[in-house]
């Protein structure tokens, strides 16, 4: 069983940036692919980026690559999601996940809010 709780998320304005937080409680973190989601009102929980259990290789959704940075820290049973340059479309409930593979999650944590301002 795996615990996670997302931080960091908040309102901030377009150009912005924000690092998203998963802290995993247990002794098996490295073993989990984290992932994170996002979900907008309205919208589909959509994919945004996962992370292998080593640090690499790493994933990303089309509309985030060149934005958003997922990292680990598998001392520290954390794993981030770095958003840089964001926009407005951004806005919505982000999610961290564990899971066996980039698309296959089994623990997810209670999302944090993030919105961007225009």
Do not use: H
């Amino acid at each position: 069983q795996v615990q996670l709780v997302e931080s960091g998320g908040g309102l901030v304005q377009a150009g912005g940036s924000l690092r998203l937080s998963c802290a995993a409680s247990g002794r098996t973190f490295s073993s989990y692919v984290m992932g994170w989601f996002r979900q907008a009102p309205g919208k589909e929980r959509e994919f945004v980026a996962a992370i292998s259990r080593s640090g690499a290789p790493t994933y990303y959704a089309d509309s985030v690559k060149g934005r958003f940075t997922s990292s680990r820290d598998n001392a520290k049973n954390t794993a981030y999601l770095q958003m840089n340059s964001l926009k407005p479309d951004d806005s919505a409930f982000y999610y961290c996940a564990a899971g066996s593979g980039p698309f296959n999650y089994d623990y997810w944590g209670r999302g944090t809010q993030v919105t961007v301002s225009s």
